[in-house]
């Protein structure tokens, strides 16, 4: 009981909402829903539950592990923060310029596990981009505000799966593609203050 009282006594409103705004917009759900409408015209049979549970199961042990890994490999935290945000400065790139830095192969039809957990959980919402982006801001919020975020997110990315064919029809692509720049933005920004922050603390 005393552990549960520490662990959310641990919780910060503010960083909840940066972190999650920042996870959010690296997940994606917004962006990846042309994504998801191919697979589904495609024949793949998409469960949003299964997507939402495996996403959030990968994202939380990734969380958990994602120091004693670097511990491992004799990487400080405040150095990974600084390569992750050169990577996540990349990705931000992308969203706002419309190019393809990172190539990924996705697996498609019988082979993609029914579309709940490949492609769709991992690697498209539980990635690289959202590893690096967890193992990084860990050096700037507390993990039970990074507990809270996660689940917000993994919410958000539930109730977008659910209503996938209505915003397509009802927002359109243009409303989807200022989103996407509009997330891009943030990205660029957070990324930016990760990695000039974290230099600043390694000098």
């Known amino acids: 009981m005393e552990s549960l009282q520490n662990f959310f006594g ?4 503010w960083q909840v909402m940066s972190s999650f705004i920042f996870l959010i917009a690296i997940i ?4 990846n829903i ?24 990968i994202l939380m042990a990734f969380l958990f592990m994602g120091e004693w890994i670097l511990k491992l490999f004799g990487v400080q935290i405040e150095y990974f923060a600084i390569a992750g945000g050169f990577v996540i400065f990349l990705m ?6 419309d190019v393809t830095i990172f190539q990924n192969d996705r697996l498609e039809g019988e082979m993609a596990g029914g579309g709940s957990i490949v492609p ?37 990315l539930y109730v977008v ?4 064919n209505w915003l397509t029809r009802y927002l359109g692509p243009t409303a989807l593609y200022i ?9 660029l920004a957070i990324a ?3 990695m000039f922050g974290n230099l600043a603390a390694v000098f």
């Open 34 to 57: 042309p994504i998801t409408i191919a697979l589904q015209k495609k024949g793949v049979k998409i469960s949003p539950f299964r997507v939402c549970m495996a996403s959030w199961i």
């Open 179 to 187: 989103i996407r720049k509009f997330f891009g933005i943030i990205v």
């Open 120 to 156: 769709l959980a991992f690697p498209m919402y539980a990635g690289p981009g959202a590893f690096t982006a967890l193992l990084a801001i860990t050096a700037e919020y507390s993990i039970a505000s990074l507990c809270i975020s996660l689940l917000l997110c993994i919410i958000v």
């Open 10 to 13: 641990a919780v910060d409103f």
């Open 161 to 164: 799966l659910i209503g996938t």
């Open 28 to 31: 994606d759900p917004f962006g």
């Open 92 to 97: 931000a790139l992308e969203m706002i310029l």
């Open 192 to 194: 930016c203050k990760l």
